[in-house]
């Protein structure tokens, strides 16, 4: 069975300073998907960024980018220029490939304080 | 385009009582989810549907819980009769045949 481990349960970063949230998981698959999530005080899972396991390219989206190590099953969330809004509870997800279990499989998750 | 909708937000009930949940998922997608989120921990796949089809239910604790999605649109999650550890945070989600989930914002559910 697939796992996801955040062994970090709590950071925090100076505003507009850069931090690095860490994540590894467990999979047998070749092919795969990985989310990093980010849930505020409200509860909603707001999605910050995808990762596609047969893309060699890290992703990116603004402020925000991984750093995927495939071999080392690792994938790791860069947060540049840190803002009061990214504090929140942050989780790092794993999909199976398309035709497989569609769930989602979550660390922990993180909790992120940002400093003023 | 609205979001997944949820309600209620919050519910409060004794053990032994039974509550329900809604969710109606973002207008045109044809798989939703039901999560279950305990207190520090990531959300749980209680259950999946592929429109009417529930395609996924082996996480769903089956004495208790039961959940249904007429007309593959809007779907409820019942649990009857509720237990002291069944307090959690229930995510419902939605997705258009693609990897991308959108989550709605919750129900917290205390049982005293």
């Known amino acids: 069975a697939q796992t996801v481990t955040q062994s970090q349960p709590e950071m925090s970063v100076q505003e507009a300073e850069t931090v690095t949230l860490s994540c590894t998981y467990d999979t047998s698959e070749s092919d795969y998907y990985l989310f990093w999530y980010k849930q505020p005080p409200s509860r909603q899972m707001i999605l910050v960024i995808r990762?596609?396991?047969?893309?060699?390219q890290n992703a990116t989206e603004n402020r925000f980018s991984v750093n995927f190590q495939k071999a080392a099953k690792s994938f790791s969330l860069k947060i540049s220029d840190s803002q009061l809004g990214d504090a929140a509870m942050y989780f790092c997800a794993y999909r199976a490939p398309q035709g497989g279990s569609e769930k989602l499989v979550f660390g922990k998750g993180m909790k992120l304080t940002v400093n003023p | 385009e609205a979001g997944v909708v949820q309600s209620p937000r919050y519910k409060i009930i004794e053990k032994k009582q039974p509550v329900a949940f809604w969710c109606n998922p973002i207008?045109?997608?044809?798989?939703l989810y039901w999560y279950r989120q305990n207190l520090g921990q990531g959300p749980e796949l209680l259950i999946r549907?592929?429109?009417?089809?529930?395609?996924?239910d082996s996480q769903l604790p089956k004495d208790r819980f039961s959940a249904e999605r007429l007309k593959g649109v809007d779907s409820t999650l019942k649990i009857q009769p509720a237990e002291l550890g069944d307090s959690a945070v229930y995510l419902c989600a939605s997705s258009l045949q693609n990897y991308e989930q959108y989550f709605g914002p919750g129900t917290r559910l205390t049982v005293t």
């Open positions: 207008s045109g997608h044809n798989t």
């Open positions: 549907y592929e429109n009417e089809e529930a395609v996924d």
């Open positions: 990762q596609e396991a047969y893309k060699q």
